[in-house]
């Protein structure tokens, strides 16, 4: 049976080399019960995504975890290397390259920005003008280079602690919630990463995070993730309410 020859996009490339330098991942699932979190978001007319949320809020817990900010290194030597901030990444799909297929931001260390600067970035990923998009246009710059060189380029950044920061982050995050579906296995060249489902009626969510067992072990990103459920509660929910408290005191003062 005769069939077609179809080209490769730019995107679907970048996939391809990403689940080539893919580390081996375990997971760990958890139900995050997320009460005064949805309490706080709904008292907002402009509400944060969930992908800002959940991302700050895992690199608040990082600050507290050595671990959750390593790489393993197998190059002069097998390895540790430890970061001083947390390098986050989020999977977004820009339909100006390639309609459903995803590729990744790099947002840096979430835990340093507001979440209304996160959402923006996200956007600005998503819509921007390529050139205004540093990160992903470095990747598809890397992307249309002949195959040999690409995988030679990847092959030194995945060597290198600082490259591996810089292309791939500590720490990525994705998601089909908005979809109705949940993803239960995803790869990725960082060291962990998370994907999470739809919030459901009782405030709960499921949320899968898979990591790197060469750095640690089950009971840390056990610990991890119900730290994490705590941030969301606490220091995220704290920031959602000063932005409602905020407005109302801009009008209490205009009016003085």
């Known amino acids: 049976m005769k069939g077609k020859v179809r080209p490769i996009s730019l995107a679907r490339k970048f996939v ?7 580390v081996p ?6 139900v995050l019960k997320l009460d005064r979190l ?20 895992f690199c ?27 390098v986050g990444m989020a999977g977004i799909v820009r339909d100006s390259l390639d309609k459903d297929v995803p590729i990744v931001l790099k947002l840096g260390p979430a835990d340093e920005h507001s979440l209304v600067e996160l959402e923006t970035m996200i956007q600005r990923g998503k819509y921007a003008p390529l050139d205004e998009v540093p990160s992903i ?17 990847w092959t030194i950044t995945m060597m290198s ?13 994705t998601s089909l919630a908005t979809l109705g579906s949940e993803t239960v296995v995803a790869r990725s060249p960082g060291p962990s990463m998370m994907t999470y489902g739809l ?5 709960t969510m499921e949320v899968l995070f898979q990591w790197d067992h060469r750095i640690y072990d089950g009971v840390l990103a056990a610990r991890a993730m119900q730290r994490l459920e705590e941030v969301l509660n606490d220091e995220i929910v704290s920031e959602l309410q ?15």
């Open 242 to 256: 000063a932005d409602v408290t905020a407005p109302s005191a801009a009008a209490t003062a205009g009016q003085q």
């Open 199 to 203: 919030l459901r009626p009782d405030n």
């Open 137 to 153: 246009k470095r990747v598809l710059r890397i992307t249309a280079l002949p195959l040999p060189l690409r995988r030679l380029l």
């Open 25 to 30: 991942l375990v997971s760990v699932k958890r």
């Open 16 to 22: 391809i080399e990403l689940m080539n330098a893919s």
């Open 161 to 173: 602690g600082r490259q591996r920061a810089n292309h791939v982050g500590t720490f990525a995050i």
């Open 60 to 86: 608040i817990v990082a600050r507290e975890e050595p671990s959750l900010r390593m790489f393993y290194l197998k190059w002069p030597w097998p390895h540790f290397y430890e970061l001083p901030r947390s």
């Open 38 to 57: 949805v309490t706080a978001r709904a008292q907002l007319d402009a509400r944060p995504g969930w992908a800002p949320m959940i991302l700050k809020a």
